[in-house]
């Protein structure tokens, strides 16, 4: 079968942006995607919109065609998909089947999210439907609650540091620095994350990725028009699994099988291993996350994230850099368009134009929906 | 179609008495810790299944699990989750504690703690269900009931 590219990525800054709506935030994006492409945006045949909760957010449903409409691509079939914190790397996914099976040639894949419309309470209550509604959400689990659970277990059975969990915090704000779309690019010290304002024990909030406005786009074309591109990366693994919504349904609670499961099958398709990937992207909604992350990949053995984290080797100039674009912890995470700005990093390392250049050959992306129920890894190669 | 739900229900219910649907089909798993037994492999799980998650057999019994269980991990919230204005509001302490606890028969839930602090909270800790209140408020304006867990 054919090959299938990113040819074309589009983005907005991530942060509070007051002056710009859901639509306004996809549009600009899905316009530099286009513009990136050198493409008309005639030759789009499809459109697929990763976003995770317009309605309770804005208010507003039905947002894959005004989002069409609005980026001149009328008449195209538009879809949007939704996984929560995955609804992005799921869209992709979307986007890179269509191509895939020969019946679309040039597919946009975004993801938006409008988070700063409702106070922060509202945010965390809309977060939280990520998880089970009535089994976890209304008797008062947060979303940071239940990861700050996984957290303690982990530092229970691994003797994990909270330490080591401000680490990664540290590392991914050191690399949002030298990013231009980044939310949070201010340096911080282990002290200050240890400091910061208790959220969900053993959380605190430099923990906790920041509630944050903001679009991301790409265009996946067939190996027939990504051949005259200037810089086609491929995508060489598209792997996706699912596992219980609730973690009280699950066997054991340091890890995240669906991570795993979709890792083995992503490393399959790629014909690649752990050892020719050399940058991550990684989903660090919470800093446990990122240590999960490490482990359930296989990057780390099970328990050692945190050590690994500690020893530095996930640094830029590291064994094997995690998060260079700062991150979802200091990039921002607006929901549905993190899977996306991902993939757009990932295509900036291997194109050689990423602010935190890591002249990579191969990385891997991992875009996690709620607590561990979504799990999306996607490879790609230059 | 809505005045068969409705009748159904009032059939259920005395007359007078509103219960919305969302909360009346709760009740068993809130008010009893109903859950299924496999009647293939003697599979536990909380709530009821529609399936046997391990084996995959359709032939489930209702099992009501006795309440008690063990701390397997739990965190203090303290964020906010009430404001001002928000119709539902959760009925709790603030902080308030948040636990998995491993029941007994095995399977585990997610809940409250409720009547203890921080510190005499601790992994692997006998608990107990209670019967309290959840929240109030909410698009039907009821207080909603449910388990909560207290240190055995
Ligand atoms: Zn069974």
């Known amino acids: 079968m054919s090959r299938v590219a990113i040819i074309g990525c589009g983005m907005t800054s991530f942060g509070q942006q007051w002056d710009k709506g859901l639509v306004d935030l996809a549009v600009a994006a899905s316009l530099r995607a286009m513009q990136d492409a050198g493409t008309e945006s005639r030759i789009v045949d499809a459109v697929y919109c990763g976003n995770m909760s317009s309605g309770m957010f804005t208010g507003q449903e039905h947002i894959s065609s005004m989002i069409a409409d609005a980026a001149g691509l009328r008449m195209v079939p538009s879809t949007r998909v939704e996984a929560a914190c995955a609804s992005g790397a799921v869209a992709l996914r979307q986007a890179f089947l269509a191509v895939k099976s020969g019946l679309h040639g040039c597919v946009l894949a975004l993801g938006v999210e409008k988070m700063t419309d409702v106070s922060s309470t509202m945010s965390t209550r ?184 500690e020893e530095g080797l996930t640094h830029v100039g590291g064994k094997i850099p995690a998060n260079p674009s700062g991150g979802l912890k200091a990039k921002g995470h607006p929901i549905g368009a993190s899977g996306i700005a991902q993939a757009i990093e990932a295509t900036w390392q291997l194109r050689g134009t990423a602010a935190n250049n890591t002249s990579p050959s191969k990385v891997l992306t991992h875009n996690v929906g709620g607590s561990g129920a979504t799990a999306v890894v996607h490879i790609f190669g230059r | 179609m809505l005045a068969a739900q409705e009748q159904q229900r009032s059939s259920t219910f005395s007359e007078g008495e509103k219960v919305p649907a969302r909360t009346w089909r709760n009740m068993p798993s809130f008010y009893n810790l109903t859950g299924s037994r496999c009647n293939g492999c003697s599979h536990l799980e909380f709530p009821k299944a529609a399936a046997c998650r391990k084996c995959g057999s359709q032939d489930l019994s209702e099992h009501s699990f006795s309440g008690t269980g063990k701390i397997e991990t739990y965190t203090i919230i303290r964020q906010p989750f009430n404001e001002e204005g928000m119709a539902e509001q959760l009925v709790c302490s603030s902080p308030y504690a948040i636990a998995i606890v491993r029941l007994d028969e095995g399977p585990m839930i997610t809940a409250q703690l409720a009547d203890c602090e921080a510190g005499e909270i601790a992994i692997g800790k006998p608990v107990k269900a209670v019967l309290r209140k959840i929240s109030e408020g909410g698009d039907d304006g009821l207080i909603r009931y449910g388990y909560k867990f207290v240190l055995a």
Request: charged letters at 25%.
């Open chain 1, 126 to 309: 809309i977060l939280s439907a990520a998880s089970s509604q009535d089994y976890e959400a209304s008797i008062g689990a947060t979303f940071p609650g239940l990861y700050a659970m996984l957290a303690r277990k982990h530092m229970d059975r691994y003797n994990t540091k909270e330490e080591q969990l401000a680490m990664v915090a540290v590392k991914n704000h050191d690399n949002a620095l030298a990013n231009p779309y980044a939310h949070l690019r201010k340096k911080i010290s282990v002290d200050d994350v240890m400091q910061s304002q208790r959220i969900a024990d053993p959380l605190k909030l430099l923990d906790c990725a920041p509630v944050s406005d903001g679009a991301a786009a790409v265009i996946v074309a067939s190996e027939k028009i990504a051949g005259k591109a200037d810089t086609p990366v491929w995508i060489e693994a598209s792997a996706q699994s699912s596992d219980s919504i609730s973690l009280h349904h699950r066997e054991d609670l340091t890890t995240f099988k669906a991570s795993a499961c979709a890792a083995r099958e992503a490393f399959r398709q790629a014909r690649t291993g752990l050892n020719e990937i050399d940058c991550l992207e990684l989903h660090d909604c919470f800093t446990i996350a990122e240590i999960l992350a490490l482990e359930d990949l296989g990057f780390a053995e099970k328990g050692s994230g945190g050590k690994m984290v």
